[in-house]
């Protein structure tokens, strides 16, 4: 058994814990659900661009991961005969329509990713750099993006939303390590320190953090090929596996 307890008393709305994310990635699936900020995950645009797009997608035949239930394909296809009126949707999605006391939800207006994807997109200007310097910057599909090659990229993109999209996730622990190892590595460079330190100990103390933060998952494990893996070797290793503890998405629960 498992559980949370508090030994002290909180106050209403006090802030218990503020923790920084990792790595964390909303399910592709998701996407067509909700516009969230790509690094802090918070809801962005406005109630009625939400509502808006996912009337879009829905439009469009694309659903997102709660809709597909059983009971539930009747009423969206009794729903398409009284489809909305010509130009709602779009009026929803440009902020020229208002629906009532939204006004006392405002969200964040998205910020574009300054690598010129048309993937990430960001409540602020701060989320936007953090996301650019901890890992976007090589996992980027925009014209700016530092990767080495934006078709395999693309490619790797597309096998992981087809297949299991934990190797997206992966992918951001392991360019998040290249990118600190890179930075530890100009520090290095910089103080000119007189004991030479070698790349491997840089890179391990890179890995560090992710390292630390391997959790075993209390509620699911992936199977992504690492199954048999002995457990002693587990924290060690730097298998796509290791990291599934850390998936963030707003409203749908591993
Ligand atoms: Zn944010
Ligand atoms: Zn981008």
Avoid at 23 to 28: A, C, E, L
Wanted: charged residues 25%; glycine residues 10%.
């Amino acid at each position: 058994m498992r559980g949370v307890y508090a030994n002290s008393e909180f106050q209403e709305d006090e802030l218990i814990l503020k923790d920084e994310i990792l790595v964390g990635i909303q399910h592709s699936s998701n996407k067509v659900d909700c516009l969230v900020c790509s690094f802090c995950f918070r809801f962005i645009g406005s109630i009625e661009k939400q509502i808006g797009r996912k009337l879009y997608f829905k439009n469009m035949g694309l659903s997102g991961c709660c809709g597909g239930g059983g009971g539930d394909s009747s009423e969206s296809s009794s729903s398409n005969h009284n489809s909305l009126p010509q130009g709602v949707v779009s009026s929803l999605m440009n902020g020229e329509m208002a629906l009532p006391h939204t006004d006392k939800f405002p969200l964040p207006s998205p910020l574009s990713c300054p690598g010129g994807c048309q993937e990430a997109f960001y409540c602020s200007g701060s989320c936007a750099e953090a996301d650019w310097e901890s890992s976007h910057s090589l996992l980027c599909t925009g014209e700016r993006s530092e990767s080495i090659s934006r078709e395999a990229l693309g490619e790797f993109i597309k096998h992981s939303n087809e297949t299991n999209d934990i190797f997206l996730l992966a992918a951001k622990a392991i360019a998040f390590t290249i990118l600190r190892y890179r930075e530890l590595k100009a520090e290095h460079v910089n103080k000119q320190a007189k004991q030479s330190v070698s790349k491997q100990s840089l890179l391990l103390e890179a890995w560090k953090p992710v390292s630390v933060g391997y959790k075993r998952s209390f509620k699911k494990r992936y199977d992504c090929g690492g199954g048999k893996q002995k457990e002693e070797g587990d924290t060690q290793t730097a298998k796509g596996c290791i990291v599934n503890y850390w998936v963030k998405s707003p409203d749908r629960k591993l």
